[in-house]
């Protein structure tokens, strides 16, 4: 075999080895929740009209949340409980061009084990469409299922990639109020929680 074979082979494995490494050393998202991270996800259409170049919006996205790409956030925890787990921070939303306007802010995400079903509730505001008074409130707005929990060394349980659903108050705040795209019970997104 000659040198320049010898050369391309060699660089060839050092290549594959030097990829390999990569895709094994950089994290999901989803490997990011812990007792003090809360991993949220929002729902890609949503994310993809938000941000649409032709609404021009120069920030249609505000977080205090720390992106972990793919449109999840790590989201602070600030106490927590066998089945409650309460955070700070906030998201917001803005399209000046059809006057959407919608907060979250400390959510709460709280297990149901009787139910097997989690709420996260949150402050909200939203600009609704048929007013021009901004609503502000505290609402459950996702569900998830309490399924698929993995228990860890310490007892804690972690739940990762749990398909969030609206709530009827959450598909209003996203509707604007109204009869919108969004209703109760659809998905919007993902969490990944660990309760202790």
Known sequence: MSQSHRSRGRFAVLAAAFVAAL?????SAAQAASLTQTDFT?????VNYISNPLWKNAQPITTSWTSLGSNTYAVPVTGTSS???????SIAFDVDLHDIHVTLANL????NTTTGVATVSADVTYDPVSSETIVSDRRDVFTFPLTGGVEGDDGETTF???VLSLTAGGAQ????????????????????VVFP
């Open 160 to 162: 990762t990639d749990r």
């Open 83 to 89: 089945t409650v787990r309460t955070h700070s921070g």
């Open 173 to 192: 705040l996203f509707n604007g109020g109204s009869n919108g795209s969004y209703a109760a019970g659809q998905a919007w997104g993902d969490i990944s």
């Open 23 to 27: 895709a094994f050393a950089v994290p």
């Open 42 to 46: 929002l729902k890609t259409s949503w």
């Open 108 to 111: 709460t995400v709280t297990g």
